[in-house]
């Protein structure tokens, strides 16, 4: 077991918890489980045969949710629309890793590109000075 978890590759992810396990871990009773599940709030992992299973995220999950009813006073359906609004601050910020991680990329594909060209100069050739000069051209006149 590492972190209240066993430890066969599971994660805070992994839906370990029987209900009524879930159930003492977040405080709350199972019924309000269930119900929060019908309404959207939390949504546990199912077994094959439909049973609930819940993961350390969804505990935390169910503790935040008594915490904004409990603490802050917010109805069921301004939490519902907060746990949304995280979610997808959260999977904005992924795009935004995942954007900046290609960015990144590109630069340094760039810089790559950059450097080969320069490298591929001909080094036979020889820069000439630029000078500028004034000529005065003066036609011989016709007779």
């Given at each position: 077991m590492f972190g209240g978890l066993p430890h066969d590759g599971a994660d805070e992810d992994t839906p370990v918890f029987v209900i009524s396990v879930a159930a003492q871990l977040s405080g709350?009773?199972?019924?309000?489980?269930?119900?929060?599940?019908?309404q959207?709030?939390?949504?546990?992992?199912?077994?094959?045969?439909g049973g609930r299973r819940y993961s350390m995220r969804d505990i935390a999950l169910l503790r935040e949710v008594q915490r904004l009813s409990q603490e802050d006073g917010v109805n069921l359906a301004g939490i519902k629309r907060i746990i949304e609004l995280e979610n997808q601050v959260d999977?904005?910020?992924?795009?935004?890793?995942?954007?900046?991680e290609e960015l990144t990329a590109a630069y340094v594909s760039a810089e790559q590109t950059a450097a080969a060209v320069h490298a591929s100069y001909r080094k036979d050739l020889v820069p000439l000075r630029q000078q500028t000069a004034l000529v005065?051209?003066?036609?011989?006149?016709?007779?």
């Amino acid at each position: 077991m590492f972190g209240g978890l066993p430890h066969d590759g599971a994660d805070e992810d992994t839906p370990v918890f029987v209900i009524s396990v879930a159930a003492q871990l977040s405080g709350l009773h199972a019924q309000t489980l269930r119900s929060y599940d019908r309404q959207g709030l939390v949504s546990p992992g199912r077994t094959s045969g439909g049973g609930r299973r819940y993961s350390m995220r969804d505990i935390a999950l169910l503790r935040e949710v008594q915490r904004l009813s409990q603490e802050d006073g917010v109805n069921l359906a301004g939490i519902k629309r907060i746990i949304e609004l995280e979610n997808q601050v959260d999977a904005l910020r992924a795009r935004i890793a995942e954007l900046t991680e290609e960015l990144t990329a590109a630069y340094v594909s760039a810089e790559q590109t950059a450097a080969a060209v320069h490298a591929s100069y001909r080094k036979d050739l020889v820069p000439l000075r630029q000078q500028t000069a004034l000529v005065v051209w003066k036609p011989k006149k016709r007779n």
